[in-house]
Antibody, heavy 128, light 107 residues
């Protein structure tokens, strides 16, 4: 059974960098059949996919257009975890952030697939 | 950008059937996934690829998808089914799209 354990600060100042980490147990960040995602949720924006990293003979990442200029999702194979960095945050980035395992299904033409395991969520508030 | 439309709320009496819809342009051509979220908890996958259930999800929950509407059906509704439900698809322009969510109330 896959478990995802998030860590990171709950308060970030405007213009600074939001950093969160997600530790994986029961799977590998280097899995050839999964992808490792960050999704956030706020009352104003609902559930919003931010980006992912995945390994298919080499490392890939892709990001939502809304945050593409500010986001980095990186794996750490030595610790079996992956991280989110979101730069230049504003109060609009206040949300609950989740790390999530995605399982693509290329048979159905769904390259992102289902999100079948979620971290516990971290409320991040952007405020001075 | 691709938009998924869900009713904000659905109410049903215990033992009855709840149907939660998710509307989108030609959504029948996409794979739809459904999540249940209870207050203070992370979402949980309840239906994937239109109509498949993860292990541990009861057969009372089922999904269908055709034309411009996908539907999550919950039969013999119980008090424990009260939650917010979200649909989700992949779209080539937006990557991942979620519906706005439907609050299911058991009367």
């Amino acid at each position: 059974q896959v478990q995802l354990q998030q860590s990171g600060p709950g308060l970030v100042k405007p213009s600074q960098t939001l950093s969160l980490t997600c530790a994986i147990s029961g799977d590998s960040v280097s899995s050839n059949s999964a992808a490792w995602n960050w999704i956030r949720q706020s009352p104003s924006r609902g559930l919003e996919w931010l980006g992912r990293t995945y390994y298919r003979s080499k490392w890939y990442s892709d990001y939502a257009a809304s945050v593409k200029s500010r986001i980095t999702v990186t794996p750490d194979t030595s610790k079996n975890h992956f991280s989110l960095q979101l730069n230049s945050v504003t109060p609009e980035d206040t949300a609950v952030y989740y790390c999530v395992r995605g399982v693509p299904n290329f048979l159905t033409g769904d390259p992102l697939g289902k999100f079948d395991s979620w971290g516990q969520g971290t409320l991040v508030t952007v405020s001075s | 950008s691709y938009v998924l439309t869900q009713p904000p709320s659905v109410s049903v009496a215990p033992g009855q059937t709840a149907r939660i819809t998710c509307g989108g342009d030609n959504i029948g051509s996409k794979s739809v996934h459904w999540y249940r979220q209870k207050p203070g908890q992370a979402p949980v996958l309840v239906v994937y690829d239109d109509s498949d259930r993860p292990s541990g999800i009861p057969e009372r929950l089922s999904g269908s998808n055709s034309g411009n509407t996908a539907t999550l059906t919950i039969s013999r509704v119980e008090a424990g089914d009260e939650a917010d439900y979200y649909c989700q698809v992949w779209d080539s322009s937006d990557h991942v799209v979620f519906g706005g969510g439907t609050e299911l109330t058991v009367l």
